[in-house]
């Protein structure tokens, strides 16, 4: 068997995390994805200073907002 069928969940949020896969909706939600994965990678610390470097508020960003 070459392929196999996987279902999966359709979810509408800015970033989904499953696992080991972190993904997003598209260059719209870029932000979203990159402190996402600063926080995943380095802490929630740094992503909220990533976040005040970019005048972002990462609490309205990180609650899919």
């Given amino acids: 068997v070459l392929f196999r069928s996987v279902v999966g ?3 509408e949020d800015s ?3 499953d696992d080991l896969i972190i ?3 598209g260059a719209g939600t870029a932000m979203a994805f990159a402190l ?3 926080a995943r ?3 929630t610390e740094k992503a909220q ?3 005040d ?3 972002a508020d990462y609490q309205l960003i990180a609650c899919g907002a």
């Fill in 36 to 38: 996402e994965l600063a």
């Fill in 23 to 25: 993904t997003s909706r």
């Fill in 49 to 51: 200073a990533v976040a």
């Fill in 15 to 17: 970033v989904v995390v």
């Fill in 53 to 55: 470097a970019v005048l």
């Fill in 41 to 43: 990678f380095s802490s």
């Fill in 9 to 11: 969940t359709y979810l």
